[in-house]
């Protein structure tokens, strides 16, 4: 994993049905990239992580927003999910389901129904 404590110029656009464009500092990197993670809070600026290709060996980085680069890894993107999920909303949202049935394991199923269907609208 690189990690550069630099701000790097970042550019990202990304439309259904079209390839999408990644620049950092100008140079096209998409073709490595198999998915990003933009985050940003209140005290601190943007940070983006690039999710690269395995033996991907990068180029020179320099600009505005810091930049992880870290092997492609659906890990990183499921725990990048459940870190956003509000479990109050959670609770909420499978406690209002209608297709609890009863049955054992009903709150665990519904709680795994309810976050696959947060996950194909996110």
Known sequence: MSTF????RVRIAARPDEPAVVEIDGHDVASAVEAYRITQTV???PEVTLYVQ???????FDGMAEVVVEPA???HV????LDAVD???LEEAVLDREDLDGQPGELTRGVLVQL????AGA
Do not use: S
């Open 5 to 8: 404590v630099e701000p790097r």
């Open 87 to 89: 479990w109050r909303q």
């Open 78 to 81: 499921v725990i990048g999910f």
């Open 73 to 75: 890894d659906v890990r």
């Open 116 to 119: 696959k269907e947060w996950a």
């Open 54 to 60: 395995r033996g991907w060996q990068g180029t020179q």
């Open 43 to 45: 005290d601190e600026g």
